[in-house]
């Protein structure tokens, strides 16, 4: 039986539906569609390298200078949104310097935003004005 497969509009190419793959296409939605960020200021499975090690972000939103804003970490619906997911997310940001947080499993999303040096949690997404300043 062959995989099943989604199309990556950000990667433009098609991929194995995974669990995560399926979060992940969710939430490029979610900020396209409902939070306004144009699929041009998005990049999924961004490369990043942080103290010798290559790291991949889910979803970065960038703003219109191009420069990160926002850093998505999406898990599979059955794993939880721990501390740990949310340190991993933070591990990213040690090379992003973005603004926003999300943490997704596509039951549950968290966002936190920064406040001066710190991230705290915030009850609802931001729109990509918000996302941008």
Do not use: H
């Not at 979803?59 to 599979?76: F, H, S």
């Amino acid at each position: 039986m062959a995989e099943e497969r989604v199309w990556d509009p950000l990667r433009r190419k098609e991929v194995a539906l995974t669990p995560e793959e399926r979060v992940r296409q969710w939430f490029i939605a979610v900020l396209r569609d409902e939070l306004g960020v144009p699929p041009y200021e998005m990049m999924s499975e961004a490369t990043l390298s942080y103290g010798g090690k290559a790291w991949r972000a889910d979803i970065v939103v960038y703003r219109r200078n191009m420069t990160p804003a926002l850093v998505v970490e999406c898990k599979r619906p059955d794993v939880e949104l721990t501390r740990e997911v949310l340190e991993q997310a933070l591990r990213y940001n040690l090379v992003l310097d973005v603004n926003w947080i999300v943490i997704t499993n596509g039951r549950k999303t968290l966002v936190f935003a920064r406040d001066l040096s710190d991230f705290t949690r915030r009850d609802r997404l931001p729109d990509y004005g918000e996302i941008c300043r």
